[in-house]
């Protein structure tokens, strides 16, 4: 069975960091591109990074870049989402999703499977 498993949200203050995880199980990572999305109470899913199946070519949503990296271990079969600089309005729940192929993208309908997500808060 197909799973991926969030971890690592929670709260902190404006400027602080947090690392997130996806744990994925029941099919390899490899070859298989990874997005991270999130969601705020009334609004809709958006993509906020991926990285393709090699590792390379990660991409990031423009109110996210030079603050967040995306990263991979397929031998842990683990992707991280590595947040610093946390502002109020990144506040949401974010899921991690797996397409059936390698190549990346930030369109949420173009991935197959996906977490349960986990919150992250940011509030002074």
């Known amino acids: 069975q197909l799973q991926l498993v969030e971890s690592g949200g929670g709260a902190v203050q404006p400027g602080g960091s947090l690392r997130l995880s996806c744990v994925t199980s029941?099919?390899?990572?490899?070859?298989?591109?990874i997005g991270w999305f999130r969601q705020a109470p009334g609004k809709e899913r958006e993509g906020v990074s991926c990285?393709?199946?090699?590792?390379?070519?990660?991409d990031y949503a423009d109110s996210v870049k030079g603050r967040f990296t995306i990263s991979r271990d397929n031998a842990r079969n683990t992707v991280y989402l590595q947040m610093n600089s946390l502002k109020p309005e990144d506040t949401a729940v974010y899921f991690c999703?797996?397409?059936?192929?390698?190549?990346?993208?930030?369109?949420?309908?173009?991935?197959?499977?996906w977490g349960q997500g986990t919150q992250v808060t940011v509030s002074s």
């Open positions: 029941g099919f390899p990572l490899d070859y298989r591109a």
């Open positions: 990285i393709s199946g090699s590792g390379g070519m990660p």
């Open positions: 999703a797996a397409r059936r192929y390698a190549t990346a993208t930030m369109n949420p309908g173009a991935y197959a499977y």
